[in-house]
Every structure is written in structure tokens, then in C-alpha cells.
């Protein structure tokens, strides 16, 4: 009886672990990795260092990006589709220092568009 009972324990966690290594687990920053758009290892990455909430939403809407009603950016990428060449645009880590998010943007200028099916 006690036999049967310790397989049962151990399958149900043989189970669980099966089902969580399928899921993906996001981030601190709320994203996981989807699939890269191209890979770029040689790249030119210039920042810019934006100085408050004010002044980057300026910045999205001269790049033509949208951001959702009472959402702030703490950082977002503009790649060179012609030359391997990205910038990332961040608030300025003497304000407020959000590391994941600069981050994010790195892997942006690394491997594309990763994200599609997430906002």
C-alpha cells in the first residue's frame, strides 16, 4: 500500500514537471523569447539618454510608436534594417535605473522583433 501511494506521489510530480517545462516563463520585464527575426553579433549600438517620462513620449511619437493610455516607456529600440546598426533610447538610469528594460531593448537589437504575439 505504501509502495503504491510513493509512486503516485512521485508521477504526479513527474507530471507536474513535464507540463512547467512546456510553458515559457516570462521575465521580469513580462516577456519571454519568442523567435528571433535575424541574428546580429557585429552591431553598432548608440544610446540616447532621455531625461523624463515627458521627453520619451516625444521621442515615440516622432519614431511613430503608440503606447497605451497611463503606460510609461522606460526604454524602447530603433534598428537599421539596411546596416547593423541599433539605438536604443532610455530613460536615464540617474532618474530612474529599470535595467530589464534596457535589456530587453539589447536583445532587440540582437535578434529583431522576438516578441509579435506579445504587446
Excluded at 512546456?22 to 516577456?31: E, I, M, R, V
Excluded at 523624463?52 to 510609461?72: P, Y
Excluded at 528594460?101 to 506579445?118: A, P, R, T
Aim: aromatic share 10%; glycine share 6%.
Amino acid at each position: 500500500m505504501i509502495k503504491k501511494i510513493i509512486i503516485g506521489i512521485i508521477s504526479i510530480f513527474t507530471l507536474i514537471a513535464v507540463i512547467s517545462c512546456g510553458q515559457k516563463k516570462a521575465a521580469s520585464d513580462g516577456y519571454y523569447f519568442e523567435q528571433e527575426t535575424f541574428v546580429r553579433t557585429d552591431i553598432q549600438v548608440n544610446i540616447v539618454l532621455v531625461k523624463n517620462q515627458e521627453e520619451m513620449t516625444k521621442l515615440l511619437a516622432e519614431h511613430h510608436r503608440s503606447v497605451s493610455s497611463g503606460n510609461e516607456v522606460a526604454a524602447f529600440s530603433v534598428l537599421e534594417v539596411s546596416e547593423p546598426k541599433c539605438t536604443i533610447y532610455m530613460i536615464d538610469p540617474k532618474t530612474s535605473y529599470q535595467p530589464e528594460f534596457i535589456g530587453h531593448e539589447l536583445v532587440h537589437c540582437v535578434y529583431g522583433d522576438w516578441h509579435k504575439s506579445q504587446p
